[in-house]
Nanobody, 125 residues
Framework: QVQLVESGGGLVKAGDSLRLSCAAS????????MGWFRQAPGKEREFVAS????????NYAESVRGRFTISRDRAKNTVYLQMNSLKPEDTAVYYC??????????????????WGQGTQVTVSS
């Protein structure tokens, strides 16, 4: 059974940092692009970041560019999201997802096949 399990969320203050992890099991995603999305209460899911299969090509939402960094360890089948200078508007449930393809520019999530259950990030002011 394929699973993506996020961890690392929590309650932090504005300006703090968090590192989210997404561990995949059941199959290797080393050849797939991976992404992070988030959903705040009462809002639609939004794209945060993605990177291609090799980890050398990345995309970021404008709202997080320069503050968040997506990376992966293909040997560990794990994807990370380093979040610095957190703001209250970053509060959301964060989901990792595996793309159908090795590279992606998809920001809607349409072509992401597998999704985790999410981890809550709450940033207080």
């Amino acid at each position: 059974q394929v699973q993506l399990v996020e961890s690392g969320g929590g309650l932090v203050k504005a300006g703090d940092s968090l590192r989210l992890s997404c561990a995949a099991s059941g199959r290797s995603f080393s050849g797939n692009a991976m992404g992070w999305f988030r959903q705040a209460p009462g809002k639609e899911r939004e794209f945060v970041a993605s990177l291609n299969w090799s980890g050398t090509g990345t995309n970021y939402a404008e709202s997080v560019r320069g503050r968040f960094t997506i990376s992966r360890d293909r040997a560990k089948n794990t994807v990370y999201l380093q979040m610095n200078s957190l703001k209250p508007e970053d509060t959301a449930v964060y989901y990792c997802a595996a793309s159908l393809y090795s590279t992606t520019s998809d920001r809607s999530g349409t072509y992401f096949q597998h999704w985790g259950q999410g981890t809550q990030v709450t940033v207080s002011s």
